[in-house]
């Protein structure tokens, strides 16, 4: 699929999600405090790739251009937020790129173990375990 028919794809995707929701349960009548309805948002911009996902990269650039592309979501987010967004879509690809091959791909990665092998906890032991950067990320909103 070329680059403007996937973009097409993925916007047709976010607006069939937005139109109709996601739901995994049951219907259930909206309680005095709950909303009746919800408010999203489908964002893209112009993502910070880099410029041959071919190539091999280390570890520091990708985590360098991923931070790039989500300190523009953190904005977008906030100013959604500021306009009443409760929900908001992102691209699928948005944040680290897409065309890699199994090896070009990796410095992307964040490295999880198996929870039925380990018992960890990213946020209490963040350095534990290598190349796990990307899940220990604070977010600030």
Not at 37 to 62: D, N, W
Request: hydrophobic fraction near 40%; charged fraction near 15%; charge should be negative.
């Amino acid at each position: 699929m070329s680059g403007a028919g996937s973009q097409l794809a993925l916007f047709l995707f976010g607006c069939y999600v937005v139109a109709l929701g996601v739901h995994t349960e049951e219907p259930r009548v909206a309680q005095h405090s709950e909303a009746e309805h919800y408010v999203a948002a489908v964002y893209e911009h112009q993502s910070i790739f880099t410029p041959s996902p071919l190539a091999l990269v280390g570890r520091k650039q990708a985590l360098d251009l991923m931070n790039q592309n989500l300190d523009i979501y953190e904005q977008q987010v906030m100013t959604a937020a500021q306009k009443g967004v409760q929900i908001i879509v992102f691209p699928e690809d948005g944040i680290h790129g897409f065309n890699f091959t199994r090896t070009s791909v990796y410095p992307f990665l964040d490295f999880m173990p198996s929870p039925q092998l380990v018992r960890w906890n990213p946020c209490l032991e963040p350095h534990r375990f290598n190349d796990t950067e990307a899940s220990n990320t604070e977010a600030s909103f």
